[in-house]
């Protein structure tokens, strides 16, 4: 099931331009400082029964989910590299990748589910939050350095791979794909600080 796009992050979508058209950066850097501290909070929170519990909505435990979130941020590192190769190519060639990766949904889940039980042995409770601050801070370097006519360019993306992913995103869309993704795992986590 596809979750509703609501809440402050999604209602503001596409909105968050100045007087001149511009991308709101600073909206967006705020945006992934809020996820990397409120991550960090997560973590602080959760107790020592916490980590193996089952989350609600996911077959993932709470680290599992957890690094699932760290994943998503991990993921844009490499969708930039994407959306600008494909924004410079012809629009059918975005769709037919994309048309190509949708049909290819089924292993992508079994993929994305075992993958992040797997890498949650690597990057797990101890690791996670100092892997997040990397990538985090990875992007806020990228984010100052773009350039402001590439925030319109973007590409098709498979859109049964992620709830969150829509046919066409720019590359202002997918700077702010990992904080929805993140805050909708966040109401999935089941730690008890939190009940």
């Known amino acids: 099931m596809r979750p509703v796009h609501t809440g402050p992050h999604w209602a503001h979508h596409r909105e968050m331009t ?3 058209g511009k991308v709101d950066r600073d ?3 705020a945006d992934l400082e809020r996820a990397r501290i409120e991550f960090q ?5 959760a107790g020592p029964d916490d980590w193996g519990r089952p989350t609600s ?3 993932w435990t709470n680290e599992q989910l957890l690094f699932h979130m760290v994943f998503g941020y991990m993921v844009v590192q490499r969708l930039l590299v994407l ?3 494909f924004s410079r190519l012809p629009d059918p060639l975005s769709r037919a990748f994309a048309n190509v990766l949708d049909a ?14 797997a890498a949650a042995m690597v990057y797990n409770r101890r690791r996670m939050g100092a892997k997040l601050d990397r990538v985090i801070a990875s992007l806020q370097r990228k984010l100052a350095r773009e350039n402001d006519a590439d925030f319109t360019r973007g590409m098709h993306y498979p859109t049964h791979w992620d709830p969150f992913f829509e046919d066409f995103m720019t590359l202002e869309d997918v700077y702010r794909y990992p904080g929805r993704h993140f805050d909708f795992h966040a109401h999935q986590l089941t730690l008890t600080a939190r009940q």
Do not use: M, Q, W
């Not at 909070?41 to 929170?45: D, F, I, P, Q, S």
């Open 83 to 85: 959306v600008r190769i």
């Open 104 to 117: 290819a949904t089924k292993p992508f889940h079994l993929i994305n589910y075992y993958g992040s039980c």
């Open 27 to 29: 909206d967006i850097a």
């Open 18 to 20: 100045d007087e001149h």
């Open 41 to 45: 909070r997560l973590l602080a929170a």
């Open 57 to 59: 909505g996911t077959r």
